[in-house]
């Protein structure tokens, strides 16, 4: 039976990325994503937010760049695939989250300086300061709007 792991997230980080390097010299970001839901309760005809926190695990440059350009705060869009992860305390109890392994993302919004913001071009150079959509290592390269048939 084929399966198909997929996850596609935009929130805003729920605290600063936490950069740390394997011994191999692979960088890993370890970030906080908080995604909301607005909704009017059928009831009451209130207006209700649920917040959904997820951890998510960036690899390679992917770690790096949104270490760079993100933090506290910032909206951002992910792509990726969720992963299990279970593990034995130190006394003794078993414990388990899920996770999201981030294969994309991409900047959401305008720059933080106040200097604009916008689309990116893949054509055009980008300005130092500016964050363009990245792909990672595990996930297939980004394409251009030539790209796409329609």
Not at 1 to 16: C, E, H, K, P, Q
């Amino acid at each position: 039976m084929a399966s198909y792991n997929r996850v596609i997230l935009m929130g805003n980080l729920t605290r600063d990325p936490e950069l740390q390097y394997l011994p191999s010299g692979t960088a890993v970001a370890r970030i906080g994503l908080a995604v909301n839901r607005v909704y009017n309760d059928r009831q009451s005809g209130e207006r209700k937010e649920e917040v959904c926190f997820v951890d998510l695990d960036a690899f390679g440059r992917t770690a790096e760049v949104i270490n760079e350009y993100c933090q506290k705060g910032s909206p951002l869009l992910v792509e990726g695939r969720l992963r299990f992860q279970s593990w034995e305390t130190d006394d003794g109890q078993r414990r388990s989250k899920h996770s999201v392994l981030v294969d994309r993302f991409q900047f959401v919004g305008g720059r933080q300086d106040g200097d604009g913001g916008g689309a990116y071009d893949q054509a055009a150079p980008a300005p130092a300061a500016a964050a363009p959509e990245f792909s990672g290592e595990q996930g297939p390269p980004a394409t251009t709007d030539d790209d796409i048939p329609f």
